[in-house]
């Protein structure tokens, strides 16, 4: 029997036996060439036919409990069954595509091909015993209509070979463990079977994908440049169970490889908002159609902490950075247990995929230009009318009834006549990371920064300086239906208002003095129901120009001159992404009922890291500090996390 003889009954058959019967005729590799239809769907009887079969759609597969049915286990099989047809009708597609390719290229993927049949028939049998047949459920096409428009051999190990079988190493090994636990020795031993070839078909691509790259090329770089959208190195690996670097390793692949793929991520279908980080949106409001640059701090600033948006991000979205993580790097983020997204170089522009929105941490002016020609859904970046909601100024005539004592001025006489009590409080109406707040404790300096901000930008907003003893945030994502809230968020802040860090506890309350906690249930969080009357107006203004995403309450209590509490429900306003909102995204990435303190630390030298325990019920980390951003020799901030059981063990430094 001549191979492409062998190769056209696996491919073109409509009866599954026949598809899958293995042939003991000796088979002469000497060429001939068949026809192949651009548009070819594998021969299969008619409940598996791929052309009825709508793209993507697959069934659900069990839980992990429900294993411990048999029949449950039949539908696991039915979902891997799928796959390794597809995988021999795939090899058998390459057999008669490529005729020209070397012998020994040929007869490996030939013996390929008969191990694929050899696990299709054992998971049919195991199947059969468990009451499932082949084609009772959905199956998916997706391997089919990404491997099979393959222009050369080449194509075939890297869509195949190193990525689907790759991925193979992961899932076969999982469940076949899953199996065990479920008291089904058999299927786990036929699944440890598969592992193992698995593990050879891995390093018969290996081998020859190394022999088609381009001289001098790293395995990795000649990998990621091969694959083609919607393939990338993340469908090369299980979604959601244990990364297997052993089984690659033995399979052949470089350490190098390995490494680079376990942190790789790339959405795998959905199409990804892409983040950015632009701390300085204020300034750039402020600066109007004066051009903007910013100073060294800022640009160290943005340079520093640009990480912390990995926390805003899902797995599958990307995160544009100036200077994106090391290799180093994101294998100490995934060992703490942080999901990665994929990372950009802000320079690029994946011009040829399909985006979904972009996410910034600040709407800004610079926005619109710096996304001109990216394929995206359009979602408004700015709009002049958004300086307003930037405003302090704006902001303390609009919800004055929450902050209670705000002076505006728009005069050096209206700002001395606002000034008959000390200490006080001095605000710019734009500005960034509390750059533009100054406490003044006597009339003089007061006066003087009031005149100088007044020439600048036209009005200052003067406020008492209370004597705060609890700062808090509270975190809303606005949409045009409606405000909701996302987090309570502890604020650390020194006495001259600037912001140190932020504290997201599990119990918002958990660990305050009992007066302190009962004055916050009872008179400050209810200013922020989502129904009250504040997030009701503040939700009607934000409406009114348009603007929709996340949202930041500053807010106090402090206490009043004969000793009582009183709250300031509004501070100030951040209509953007803030320190406080990563505070609460990273808590919901550690484990259940652990709380998160992120701190700004100005002098990193000093910074005392506590090794990450890892709850190995859920691989996430449940204690320790460390820093998550990478420390150079120019670092000016690091990014600091706290995780601690005890909201009130997060108090304490964690510098030296």
Not at 249 to 267: D, Q, T
Not at 599 to 612: A, G, H, S, Y
Request: aromatic share 10%; charged share 25%; with cysteine.
């Amino acid at each position: 029997m001549n191979v492409n003889e062998y190769a056209e009954k696996v491919l073109f058959s409509d009866d599954l036996d026949e598809k899958l019967r293995l042939s003991t005729e000796t088979v002469d590799f000497a060429i001939q060439q068949t026809r192949i239809s651009p548009n070819l769907h594998p021969g299969r009887p008619d409940s598996l036919l791929l052309e009825k079969i709508t793209a993507g759609a697959k069934a659900a597969l069990p839980s992990r409990p429900s294993l411990v049915d048999e029949r449950s286990r039949g539908t696991l099989l039915h979902f891997f069954a799928n796959h390794e047809l597809l995988a021999a009708e795939l090899m058998a597609l390459a057999l008669l595509k490529f005729p020209d390719a070397p012998i020994e290229f040929r007869k490996g993927l030939f013996a390929t091909l008969q191990e694929e049949q050899k696990h299709t028939l054992w998971y049919l049998g195991r199947m059969k015993e468990c009451g499932v047949t082949l084609g009772e459920f959905p199956v998916s096409r997706f391997f089919w209509d990404t491997v099979s428009p393959m222009e050369t051999p080449f194509d075939y190990v890297s869509r195949l070979s190193l990525t689907f079988e790759q991925a193979n190493l992961d899932y076969s090994r999982h469940f076949g463990k899953l199996m065990k636990e479920a008291g089904d020795p058999r299927t786990a031993k036929i699944m440890d079977r598969i592992y193992h070839d698995e593990i050879e078909h891995v390093g018969y691509g290996l081998k020859w994908f190394r022999h088609w790259k381009k001289h001098g090329q790293s395995d990795w770089d000649a990998y990621r440049e091969r694959l083609q959208l919607p393939l990338s190195p993340s469908r090369a690996k299980g979604n959601g169970i244990d990364f297997n670097e052993s089984g690659r390793l033995e399979a052949g692949l470089s350490g190098e490889f390995v490494r680079n793929l376990a942190v790789f991520e790339k959405s795998k279908g959905r199409s990804p908002n892409v983040f950015c980080f632009n701390p300085d949106a204020e300034d750039q409001i402020a600066a109007g159609r004066n051009r903007y640059r910013p100073g060294p701090k800022v640009e160290a600033l943005i340079r520093d902490l640009e990480i912390v948006q990995i926390f805003l991000a899902r797995q599958d979205d990307i995160v544009l950075m100036r200077n994106p993580p090391s290799l180093e790097h994101l294998e100490r983020l995934r060992e703490a247990g942080f999901q990665l997204p994929e990372f950009l170089s802000s320079e690029t522009t994946p011009k040829e995929r399909k985006l979904n929105s972009v996410k910034p941490w600040s709407c800004s002016p610079a926005l619109p230009g710096a996304f001109e020609g990216w394929n995206w859904n359009g979602n408004r970046l700015w709009d002049e009318k958004w300086r307003l909601l930037f405003s302090k100024t704006e902001q303390a005539s609009r919800f004055g009834e929450w902050m209670a004592g705000s002076r505006i001025c728009k005069s050096p006489d209206a700002a001395r006549d606002a000034l008959a009590d000390f200490p006080v409080v001095v605000k710019k109406p734009l500005s960034a990371a509390g750059r533009g707040v100054k406490f003044c404790t006597d009339r003089e300096s007061a006066v003087k920064t009031a005149e100088k901000w007044l020439v600048e930008q036209g009005s200052v907003l003067i406020e008492p300086a209370h004597d705060r003893i609890f700062d808090f945030s509270v975190q809303f994502e606005s949409s045009p239906e409606k405000m909701t809230q996302t987090g309570l968020i502890r604020q650390l802040i020194d006495p001259q208002g600037r912001y140190l860090g932020s504290i997201s506890a599990n119990k918002f309350c958990k660990g305050l003095p009992e007066e302190l906690a009962r004055f916050l249930m009872t008179e400050a969080l209810p200013f922020f129901d989502e129904a009250g009357p504040l997030a009701m107006s503040l939700h009607n203004w934000l409406n009114d120009l348009g603007y929709s995403g996340p949202v930041g309450i500053d807010s106090y209590v402090y206490r009043t001159r004969n000793g009582d509490y009183a709250v300031r429900p509004v501070c100030e306003i951040n209509p953007r992404y803030t320190m406080g909102r990563v505070a609460h995204e990273i808590r919901r990435a550690v484990s259940p009922g652990c709380s998160v303190k992120f701190q700004i630390d100005r002098n990193p030298p000093r910074l005392r890291e506590v090794k990450p325990e890892i709850n190995p019920a859920n691989g996430k980390i449940c204690s320790g500090t460390f820093c998550l951003n990478e420390i150079h020799p120019a670092t000016c901030f690091s990014a600091i996390i706290s995780v601690d059981k005890n909201p009130e063990n997060l108090y304490q430094p964690v510098s030296a």
